[in-house]
């Protein structure tokens, strides 16, 4: 029989810490994020807080990596597990408002909120971000292109204006969900999906089509 091992005490206290840190950059923004604002939300002392990450830039990526964590846990991984083609687009498309509805962050998205943060900001942040966001574009765009190898998406589909397409979709009910705080928005983002790609049936699973690509991408 397998033992179960403990994370040692100081991996759970940072695991703690980072869980808070990205619900709160998720309203207070990531610049709003900082080793005195956390250390108050947690109630912990700076000093304790600086022994695990000794800068604001630091502690800044290590909640882009947490994010990005609970990101392809919760929305990349359901799409990688279900079956190619357009199944797979319903499926990431799907999962990623099922992550908006469970509520994981007060503040929606944290990606759709930190590009638009970070956009005009150069820097490690901003890049770790940017590397993120485009993995993921690159495998939805991926996607995209096995559905047309199986002939569920039509020839002359352009991959990039679809994939920019599903994209907005998503976006816009992060938008509309945060703002209104109503499921049926979410709702109507499923309906313009499936309309979008022709599905009448709320059943779809989506495809091993490649893991390597969204980790290579970052």
Known sequence: ???????????????????EAVSLATVEGLEGLSIGTLASALDMSKSGLYAHFGSKEALQLATVDEAGRVFEAEVIDPALAAPPGVDQLVAVCEAFFEHLERRRFPGGCFFAGAVLEMGARPGPVNERIVAFQSSFIALVRQFVARAQELGEVAEDEDPDQLTFELNGIILAANMTFILHQDPRSLDLARQVVRRRLGVTEAGASGADVGREVFAGQG
């Open 1 to 19: 029989m397998a033992v179960r091992t403990k994370r040692p005490a100081g991996e759970r206290t940072r695991a703690a810490i980072l869980h």
